[in-house]
């Protein structure tokens, strides 16, 4: 069955960095979108950043030019690499794997990991 494997959360200052890692099997991962997302308690799961099987790439507004999505198909690893952290990013990171990348912004479907927490506090 798919498993999606997430890494690389801890503790962080504001203005430091984190690369997460998500680690998939038992899918073709470079036929799959793949996708960030985050949940604070309380609200709903959002999207961070989503890569397509080409390459195309999407970014919440919210950290467009702090946060780097990419991909390693000969690993089948998604990476999000996060700088410039503000408190505000604190939340569990999620990572989504579906055949569709138009419907990452807009539906919460697919295959997800068990989240890895990311704190960011001084």
């Known amino acids: 069955q798919v498993q999606l494997v997430e890494s690389g959360g801890g503790l962080v200052q504001p203005g430091g960095s984190l690369r997460l890692s998500c680690v998939a099997s038992?899918?073709?991962?470079?036929?799959?979108?793949m996708g960030w997302y985050r949940q604070v308690p309380g609200k709903e799961r959002e999207l961070v950043a989503a890569i397509s099987a080409g390459g195309s790439i999407n970014y919440a507004d919210a950290v467009k030019g702090r946060f780097t999505i990419s991909r390693d198909n000969a690993k089948n690893t998604v990476y999000l690499q996060m700088n410039s952290l503000k408190p505000e990013d604190t939340a569990a990171y999620y990572c989504?794997?579906?055949?569709?990348?138009?419907?990452?912004?807009?539906?919460?479907?697919?295959?997800w990991g068990q989240g890895t927490q990311v704190t960011v506090s001084s």
């Open positions: 989504n794997a579906r055949p569709s990348f138009d419907t990452m912004a807009r539906m919460l479907t697919g295959y």
């Open positions: 038992g899918m073709f991962f470079r036929g799959n979108a």
